[in-house]
């Protein structure tokens, strides 16, 4: 019998509060790591300033301004028959420096507007309490979570926005893509960490990967303790990790490249999803740490990561790629994590392999490896959208791409996976994470904003939102 998905599934998408709010410095909020970073493009990174320059350009501090058009933006979703609505809460907002004791009153009172507006649809939120955007005076300061201190500020944080949202929200988010940290891309983002060279620029290749590893484990002591205090302040919170999912292939049946699949995925997506799920290092993580002699408390931390386990596993999904050891081969582009080529996939205007399938693959591993209930919160595809002469945005490469992937989700619930919930990225056009551009459009909705922040902000609904308001109309019959 075809099971399809459940009457409660959570439909829904999702957003980050650095990339849609804008008001970086209104209402008392402080700059975050986020509101330092130029745009930049597909081959261009982006730049990070230690210093805010008046004549640069800042994606992130009007972004689609989201802060005074969440009233719209959150009827738009309504419309769309959103169950669950993924946003995060910008940590500089209630904390503007990170390390007061006293939170931002004017910051606490805006998410309380929003998820009031979200309960007037019935949406339910799903918050992430770090969305890449900690406060840039403890990154600043600190040096972010590679100092211990950074811990209590986090969770100092948590607990108050838990406490003032308990009968709001249910759904907890603790980091976003928190395995980022595996990788040196991750110092920053996830970390906090801002690693400058000679002259004092922050540069994103520098690394030093003992204080990486020591700086996740804060990480987690974090995610644990709130999921500890979390639960005291209200039984029925779920909590959840996030991780990306780094979807990899060996290129060839050559042994080396088997070998090689494995210990990646094992490093990058276990390494994290271990931790926060079973409450334990991975004996192959314990073995690297020694080999490396990096030295991180997992022992001393046992209890406490074990009593701070995640009530369910959530992850990002978006392409593939491949892995071999034969250096000659041609990579992919445009993704932060390299890989090479699959001659069997299409690639995005921005170099993403596209790969519904493998969105079933990942589904029964993870299935198989946590037993915890799914859900994917991100996923979905950047594209460059116009409106047309008669005045619509006729997005069908959109709606391609999320109808194969939910035609395997729904293979994988057949399969006997246990998936809650599906959070597509990005909504509302937003701010791109990786270059910083607007041009990289994800949403059911365009905004009018280009990547030099011209635009009215006007608001209009593309094909695709006509399209997912009958998929989640129909429970995911129709799609
Ligand atoms: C995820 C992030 O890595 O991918 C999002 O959690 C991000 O913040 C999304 O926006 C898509 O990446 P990008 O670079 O296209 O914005």
């Not at 210093?51 to 309504?78: N, Q, R, T, V, W």
């Not at 990058?268 to 993580?285: A, L, R, S, T």
Request: glycine fraction near 8%.
């Amino acid at each position: 019998m075809n099971m399809g998905f459940s009457k409660d599934f959570l439909w829904g998408g999702a957003t980050a509060a650095n990339q849609c709010e804008g008001a970086w410095n209104i209402d008392g909020k402080g700059d975050s790591i986020c509101d330092h970073m130029r745009g930049g493009g597909v081959n261009t990174p982006r730049v990070f300033d230690m210093e805010i320059l008046p004549d640069k350009y800042y994606p992130s501090h009007d972004a689609i301004d989201f802060y005074h058009h969440y009233k719209e933006d959150i009827a738009m979703l309504g419309e769309m028959g959103f169950k669950v609505f993924r946003l995060s809460i910008a940590w500089s907002r209630i904390f503007p420096k990170g390390n007061e004791e006293k939170p931002n009153e004017a910051g606490l009172a805006f998410y309380d507007n929003v998820f009031d507006e979200c309960r007037k649809y019935g949406i339910k939120p799903l918050v992430t309490l770090s969305h890449f955007e900690m406060p840039f005076y403890l990154a600043k300061e600190y040096n972010g979570f590679s100092d211990k201190r950074v811990v209590d500020y986090f969770v100092h944080y948590a607990t108050t926005v838990m406490e003032r949202y308990k009968d709001k929200v249910s759904y907890w988010l603790t980091f976003n893509e928190i395995n980022f940290a595996t990788l040196p891309f991750g110092n920053q983002n996830v970390l906090g960490i801002l690693h400058t060279d000679e002259k004092g620029n922050v540069v994103r290749s520098l690394d030093d990967e003992k204080m990486r590893y020591q700086a996740l484990h804060n990480v987690f002591l974090a995610s644990a303790k709130t999921v500890i205090e979390g639960r005291k302040i209200n039984p029925s919170f779920q909590f959840g990790c996030m991780i990306a999912h780094v979807t990899m292939y060996p290129l060839t049946p050559n042994p080396e490249d088997i070998l090689l699949v494995q210990q990646k995925d094992n490093h990058i997506n276990n390494f994290c999803g271990d931790v926060q799920v079973k409450g334990e290092y991975p004996d192959f993580m314990i073995q690297y740490l020694k080999n490396k002699d990096i030295d991180v408390p997992y022992k001393e931390d046992a209890q406490l990561l074990k009593d701070g386990t995640v009530d369910f596993y959530t992850f990002s999904y978006y392409s593939s790629n491949c892995v071999t050891v034969d250096k000659a081969k041609e990579k992919t582009s445009g993704n932060v994590l390299g890989g090479v080529k699959n001659p069997y996939l299409q690639v995005s205007d921005w170099g993403w392999q596209i790969d519904p399938k493998g969105l079933r693959y990942v589904l029964n591993k993870l299935n198989d490896r946590y037993g915890v209930p799914l859900m994917i919160v991100e996923n979905g595809l950047g594209a460059a959208d116009q409106i047309d002469e008669t005045g619509q945005v006729l997005d069908d490469y959109r709606i391609e791409y999320l109808k194969e992937h939910i035609k395997v989700m729904e293979e994988a619930i057949n399969d006997g996976v246990k998936l809650i919930g599906y959070t597509m990225w990005g909504c509302i056009d937003l701010i791109s994470a990786g270059t910083g551009e607007m041009k990289k459009r994800y949403g059911f909705i365009y905004v009018d904003r280009d990547n030099e922040g011209k635009g009215s902000l006007m608001r209009k609904k593309k094909k695709s939102f006509y399209w997912y308001k009958q998929v989640i109309a129909s429970n995911g019959e129709n799609y």
